[in-house]
């Protein structure tokens, strides 16, 4: 059959048949398209295969050699913009049939009558790829993505970086005891909760000789100036937005600790406060709080320190304030701490008797307390926090650590019969066993004892099923209250819940990390 615009029309499959009338008559749509084509057809036929052959073994062959002839014609012409979009072509033998090859038009012609989206146009049906349909009009439509795609997939998350790195100031904190010094810096994170940036810690010993003397010692306020000094570029070195620094009951209580404060201002530019014992028990729970229980009433928490041990009784009714601090219904401090008390007593070489003694003094000055005792049977809903190195040390020994783990011990349960067990351990060692345990090591092996024997006078004055370890402590709270202070997690919270809905004003602002 011949056409008089485009010459012998080719049969569906591709191969000439021109003995065959009865096949189904293309479109007119289809023959504009393919005016002006050089070849009948885009499958070429076998130099020796007749005209009206059909013979189904030579078919796959006619149509390989097709698909590789408009291969290479897109090969020569190079690729095309959208190239890369085209449909992988069919296997040969699976051609569509006219009636699918009229649908697919069908498509096009629906595609081209929604607005002609790009995107859509520019991937050809399964025809088209064949080379069945022309790709030409496809390809002219298909447009390149702008060249500021990438920015704007990038631009908001660099955004939202700085934006949080903008909304997270540093907060630094310093604590100088009479054993330690201390700083912690951090930046707030989710209510309540904060990360540490960078952190410093050093025995100093300054209280060394404080109970004899009454003043800080040369070599103490010497090795105190020279960790300070170790504090003040870190802090120099950080854009910190507000810090606290305190010094505590060696400054107190030494004659000579304002003139050392004086030293360390003029040494080190660091502006240290001597805050007294009712602020320091405070600081404690704050740096503690987020490590008692949603199902505990009452807590008794104590930090052992290097001067002085604060206590505070802490009972928790049904309306839990989000700072911890305000559920203190008793607190003391006691003037004895594991350097004071060691001196007095010998910490190096310690005996079941001497043990003893130590734990008799602490117990005397407990009975000046005027606070009621919990229950001998000790509830569930009331436990022991210990914060401090003694409390750490035995759980550390607990735990049978090879090297000292903070994130192993912060926050462990130990059970009554554990910390006996525990303490009844140490005693029975010397002074080299004590210092050749990885968790105690040779400073602080003169003085384990004479925490155990503070912390036995507490648990006999509060017994309790169970004590939980906190490596925390004064740096925690000072940090938590100065973030609170300044509403970093509430402003952070009202941002959340405008963007997400109303804010719930019955849910408290978050504990301290």
Excluded at 370 to 397: K, M, Q, R, Y
Aim: proline share 6%; net charge positive; charged share 30%.
């Amino acid at each position: 059959m011949n056409d008089p615009d485009s010459g012998e029309k080719p049969s569906v499959s591709g191969a000439r048949d021109a003995g065959n009338t009865g096949r189904p008559k293309r479109s007119r749509r289809r023959k504009g398209k393919q005016k002006g084509a050089t070849s009948p057809s885009a499958v070429s036929v076998p130099a020796g295969q007749a005209a009206g052959s059909s013979e189904p073994a030579e078919r796959p062959q006619a149509a390989n050699s097709g698909i590789n002839a408009r291969r290479n014609k897109r090969r020569r012409h190079g690729k095309s913009p959208g190239g890369e979009n085209v449909r992988p072509l069919a296997p040969v033998g699976q051609r569509e049939a006219p009636h699918e090859q009229r649908q697919a038009d069908g498509h096009k012609a629906r595609r081209k009558h929604r607005g002609k989206k790009s995107a859509a146009r520019a991937v050809p049906t399964v025809a088209e790829a064949a080379g069945l349909l022309p790709t030409i009009d496809l390809i002219a439509e298909q447009r390149p993505a702008p060249a500021a795609e990438p920015r704007r997939e990038f631009a908001p998350a660099q955004r939202m970086a700085d934006r949080e790195h903008y909304e997270a100031p540093l907060y630094a904190a310093l604590d100088l005891g009479t054993n330690n010094c201390r700083l912690l810096i951090a930046q707030p994170t989710r209510p309540g909760q904060f990360r540490v940036v960078d952190a410093f810690s050093r025995i100093v010993r300054l209280g060394e000789g404080l109970a004899a003397r009454g003043r800080l010692s040369d070599e103490a306020m010497d090795r105190s100036v020279e960790a300070l000094k170790i504090c003040a570029a870190k802090l120099k070195n950080r854009n910190i937005r507000r810090s606290r620094l305190i010094a505590t009951e060696a400054c107190r209580a030494a004659d000579n600790g304002e003139v050392f404060l004086e030293r360390v201002r003029e040494e080190t530019g660091l502006e240290l406060e001597i805050i007294n014992r009712e602020t320091e028990a405070r600081l404690a729970v704050s740096g503690c709080s987020s490590l008692v229980g949603r199902e505990a009433k009452s807590v008794v928490l104590f930090d052992i320190g290097g001067g002085s041990s604060e206590i505070a009784v802490i009972r928790i009714g049904d309306n839990r304030s989000s700072r911890l601090a305000n559920h203190i219904t008793h607190w003391t401090s006691l003037p004895v701490g594991v350097v004071t008390l060691s001196e007095r007593h010998g910490g190096r070489d310690v005996t079941p008797e001497s043990f003893a003694g130590m734990v008799s003094e602490v117990e005397g000055m407990l009975a000046n307390f005027d606070c009621p005792g919990e229950s001998a049977h000790a509830p569930e809903d009331f436990h022991l926090i210990g914060t401090s190195g003694t409390v750490t040390t035995l759980a550390g020994v607990h735990l049978d650590l090879p090297r000292y783990d903070r994130r192993r011990v912060d926050g462990v349960w130990l059970s009554d019969d554990e910390v006996t067990a525990m303490q009844a351990r140490l005693l029975s060692w010397d002074f080299s066993a004590r210092a050749a345990n990885p968790c105690i090591g040779p400073d602080r092996a003169d003085l384990v004892l004479a925490g155990c024997a503070i912390l036995e006078a507490i648990r006999k004055r509060w017994p309790s099923r169970r004590m939980r370890v906190a490596d925390r402590g004064l740096r925690e709270g000072l940090l938590t209250d100065m973030m609170a202070d300044d509403g970093v997690w509430r402003r952070g919270r009202h941002r959340r819940n405008h963007r997400g809905g109303h804010r719930n004003p019955a849910k408290p602002e978050g504990q301290a990390s």
